[in-house]
Structures are given as structure tokens and as C-alpha cells.
């Protein structure tokens, strides 16, 4: 099994996905819903289906939402060690 689903998704999320430190994440984000198609859109334009990617990360749109709550995070904690 190849894991070019999840290296396409790590990727594409590391160059696309951008912290907001101010915003609270919801479990169904509409921003989580944006991000997802545009990774397929992305995902397609190099043959890697929908299928290739959620058996390898589960269901997308949700990974999305973690990922803007982890950078979200990321964010709040390095802004904390600047007020330091």
C-alpha cells in the first residue's frame, strides 16, 4: 500500500493551510469544507483520488478542521513565547 495519499495531504496542508490565532475552529468549520476541496481539486491534478487519501488520513474534511485547530495552536504558543 502507498502512502501517497498522506504525503500529498501533509504536504498540501503545510504550503495551504494558514494559522489564525484569533479564531476558534468548530468541529463542522465551512473553512475545514473549503480547504478539503481544494486539496481534491489539487489531489486530482496529480491522479490521487479521494479514495487514495481518506483510506490513508480518514475522513478529509475533519482532518482539515484538526489541522487549522493544531496551527491555530502552533500559533497562540509562539505568540505566547514572544510576549515573554
Same mark, same amino acid.
Given at each position: 500500500m502507498s502512502d501517497k495519499g498522506r504525503e500529498f495531504v501533509e504536504r498540501w496542508v503545510a504550503d495551504?493551510?494558514? !494559522?489564525? &490565532?484569533?479564531?476558534?475552529?468548530?468541529?463542522? @468549520?465551512? #473553512?475545514?469544507d473549503d480547504l478539503?476541496?481544494?486539496?481534491?481539486? !489539487?489531489? &486530482?491534478?496529480?491522479?490521487?483520488?479521494?479514495? @487514495?487519501? #481518506?483510506?490513508?488520513?480518514?475522513?478529509?474534511p475533519r482532518y482539515m478542521v484538526h489541522a487549522l485547530r493544531d496551527k491555530a495552536e502552533a500559533e497562540r504558543q509562539r505568540l505566547r513565547g514572544r510576549e515573554d
Open positions: 495551504n493551510v494558514v !494559522a489564525d &490565532a484569533q479564531r476558534e475552529v468548530e468541529e463542522r @468549520d465551512p #473553512e475545514g478539503t476541496e481544494q486539496c481534491l481539486a !489539487a489531489a &486530482a491534478e496529480q491522479d490521487i483520488t479521494r479514495d @487514495d487519501i #481518506e483510506d490513508e488520513v480518514g475522513y478529509l
